[in-house]
């Protein structure tokens, strides 16, 4: 193998603090349908998953008409509002300028899209990713999850070898697992180091910082 070909972020806790916008869209919601709202402590495991499964996950139902009007109304605040609310991951910039020029970057997140593109773009960093590098879901309510997103990255690459994946939740170690590509877990995001261990991660790194260092050993063990 000739050393690292590709590197795949997950977003939400690794690329941007999302945490005060999930969590005000998520009460913004459930405030429309008169049920308690919820704390940071407990929207941190919400983020990760397939929205329509935390949604299930709040309202205590998996009726689809249930979770599709919750979804809706999570939704429009959310279009409205992400672009703003959704705060860069401590040394984003600076970090990306550092690694774009050195391995091709890409984005495989559960968000929809069409938000990861505007969250991205209205942070300035999504020319660090190829031309087409951001992956996420449709807004269908499908369930599909880490996995088929990474399944869309690596066939933009050719490959898996060569490839690794940087995520904060097991969901991200999983999903990059099924098409063979090693995690990074990081460590300011969503997850613990317990949750990123037990998933398998097979590097741990304290933060976006800590990247480049890593990845540049990374690099020179695949060659």
């Given at each position: 193998?000739?050393?690292?070909?590709?590197?795949?972020?997950?977003?939400?806790?690794?690329?941007?603090?999302?945490l005060?916008?999930i969590?005000?869209?998520?009460?913004?919601?459930?405030?429309?349908?008169?049920?308690?709202?919820?704390?940071?402590a407990?929207?941190?495991?919400?983020?990760?998953?397939?929205?329509?499964?935390?949604?299930?996950?709040?309202?205590?139902?998996?009726?689809?008409?249930?979770?599709?009007?919750?979804?809706?109304?999570?939704r429009?605040?959310?279009?409205?509002?992400?672009?703003?609310?959704?705060?860069?991951?401590?040394?984003?910039?600076?970090?990306?300028?550092?690694?774009?020029?050195?391995?091709?970057?890409?984005?495989?997140?559960?968000?929809?899209?069409?938000?990861?593109?505007?969250?991205?773009?209205?942070?300035?960093?999504?020319?660090?990713?190829?031309?087409?590098?951001?992956?996420?879901?449709?807004?269908?309510?499908d369930?599909?999850?880490?996995?088929?997103?990474?399944?869309?990255?690596?066939?933009?690459?050719?490959?898996?070898?060569g490839?690794v994946?940087?995520g904060?939740?097991?969901?991200?170690?999983?999903?990059?697992?099924?098409?063979?590509?090693?995690?990074?877990?990081?460590?300011?995001?969503m997850?613990s180091?317990?949750?990123?261990?037990?998933?398998?991660?097979?590097w741990?790194?304290?933060?976006?910082?800590?990247?480049?260092?890593?990845?540049?050993?990374?690099?020179?063990?695949l060659r």
């Amino acid at each position: 193998m000739s050393g690292l070909r590709g590197i795949l972020f997950d977003l939400d806790g690794v690329l941007i603090d999302s945490l005060p916008s999930i969590l005000a869209c998520f009460n913004h919601a459930l405030a429309q349908f008169d049920r308690p709202l919820l704390t940071e402590a407990s929207v941190r495991p919400l983020i990760g998953p397939p929205l329509e499964d935390s949604a299930a996950v709040v309202i205590g139902s998996d009726e689809p008409q249930a979770v599709e009007a919750f979804v809706a109304v999570y939704r429009r605040r959310y279009a409205e509002t992400c672009a703003r609310e959704s705060l860069p991951a401590a040394g984003l910039h600076e970090v990306l300028a550092e690694l774009a020029p050195r391995w091709p970057l890409a984005v495989a997140t559960s968000k929809a899209e069409v938000f990861a593109v505007e969250i991205l773009g209205a942070l300035g960093v999504a020319r660090c990713f190829a031309r087409g590098g951001i992956f996420g879901r449709s807004l269908a309510l499908d369930h599909s999850g880490k996995a088929e997103v990474v399944a869309r990255a690596v066939q933009a690459f050719g490959t898996s070898a060569g490839l690794v994946m940087v995520g904060d939740r097991e969901h991200d170690v999983h999903g990059a697992a099924r098409h063979g590509v090693p995690t990074i877990g990081v460590l300011h995001g969503m997850g613990s180091r317990a949750e990123l261990e037990a998933a398998g991660a097979r590097w741990i790194a304290p933060n976006l910082r800590a990247l480049p260092e890593l990845l540049a050993r990374i690099d020179g063990e695949l060659r």
